[in-house]
C-alpha cells in the first residue's frame, strides 16, 4: 500500500514522520520503496532513500526541504565505506558509473 503525503512519495516518510533518529544515535538513516535514489539533510542528519535494484525505476517526486541529490532510470545500488571518523556513501549504477559521492562526519 503507497502512501501519499502532501504529493510527496513514500521515500519521503522517514523523513516527514520525525521519529527522533539522532536521538537514537543515528548519523544515517536509510529506507527504499520508491525505485529511484534520493538524498536530502534535513536538521544535520542524512537521509538516503536507495530503490534502484529493479530494472523500473519511479519518477522523482517534487524535492522537499532538504533535498540535496537524486537519481532515476538507473538500477544500481549503494555503496557504504566506514572508518572510525567518517562514511562515504556513493550510489553505483549496474553500468559502474558513481553518482552522487558523498562523506558525513558524525
Not at 522517514?14 to 536509510?30: D, K, Q, S, Y
Amino acid at each position: 500500500r503507497d502512501y501519499k503525503v502532501t504529493g510527496v512519495q513514500t521515500c519521503a516518510l522517514p523523513i516527514l514522520l520525525r521519529l527522533p533518529f539522532r536521538a537514537w544515535g543515528a548519523t544515517l538513516v536509510i529506507s527504499a520503496h520508491d525505485k529511484n535514489y534520493q538524498r536530502h539533510i534535513i536538521d544535520g542528519l542524512n537521509y538516503i532513500t536507495v530503490g534502484t535494484g529493479s530494472n523500473t525505476s519511479d519518477p522523482l517526486a517534487t524535492p522537499i526541504a532538504g533535498y540535496q541529490n537524486g537519481r532515476t532510470g538507473t538500477a544500481g545500488y549503494l555503496k557504504l565505506t566506514t572508518t572510525e571518523f567518517h562514511i562515504t556513501t556513493a550510489h553505483i549504477g549496474i553500468d559502474g558509473t558513481v553518482f552522487d559521492e558523498f562523506v558525513i562526519y558524525p
